[in-house]
């Protein structure tokens, strides 16, 4: 689907103020200023429940489309703590 909007040129300056992220729940979360990149990037929060694999992939597509920049993260965070 990301693919699919991106090629359709979805809006990527769209930015909220902010939103609440299971509202009511004991994992409830804040997330200030809210555009896609960021919003992706809160995928590396536990309670979004996403790997850190395809969060840096939905990145790595965003800021392509975005800024035409193409950069594949090497270094996953904390990576270096395993093994």
């Known amino acids: ?10 809006n990527l300056d769209i930015t909220v103020k902010g939103l ?18 960021s919003y992706a990037m809160m995928g590396l929060l536990r309670q979004f429940q996403r790997t850190e694999e395809d969060i840096y992939e939905v990145v790595q597509l965003l800021m392509k489309a975005k800024y035409g920049i ?12 395993i093994g």
């Open 1 to 10: 689907m990301l693919k699919f909007l991106l090629n359709h040129k979805a």
């Open 20 to 37: 609440i992220w299971g509202k009511g729940y004991d994992w409830e979360t804040y997330i200030p200023s809210v555009n896609p990149i």
């Open 70 to 81: 193409d950069y594949s993260p090497r270094n996953i965070p904390n990576k270096y703590l």
